[in-house]
């Protein structure tokens, strides 16, 4: 974020959600960051591939599970999806930007279900108990 901090700063009409927010800092639903920071994971693990780290970069570029979204964004970020690239391309154009938050909002709010679902097998609730029986 460094090298383009102040265009950053100076951006307009560009959204900066909440599920965007956990992707660009890797602290959100990611094995990762539950088993490092949240200590809610015993592993670093993709609960999806089976992958050994489940990261915002693995999210983005490598889990098979998102492959067709993954399709999507590329169509039209073309083939760098790595954080830095994803950053820059937020300062492009609308149609970039509003592909990454389409993205990373989509995604991310399917991790988090997967993670009450678990959590509530963790503390031995019935899945459908987690999110109030619906």
Known sequence: ????????????????????????????????YMCRMAQREPKTECHDCGAAVDSAQHTLVVCPRWAALRQSLTSVLGGNLSLPSIIIAMLG??????????????????????????????RGLHPRATNGGA
């Not at 090298?3 to 560009?14: A, D, G, N, S």
């Not at 909440?18 to 890797?26: A, D, W």
């Open 93 to 122: 154009d609308d149609e970039s930007c509003k592909a990454i938050v389409s993205f990373c909002e989509t995604v991310m709010s399917q991790k988090e279900a997967d993670e009450r679902v678990r959590g509530g097998r963790r």
């Open 1 to 32: 974020m460094r090298p383009v901090l102040e265009r950053w700063m100076r951006r307009k009409r560009k959204p900066l959600t909440f599920h965007l927010t956990q992707v660009l800092t890797g602290h959100g639903c990611f094995g990762d």
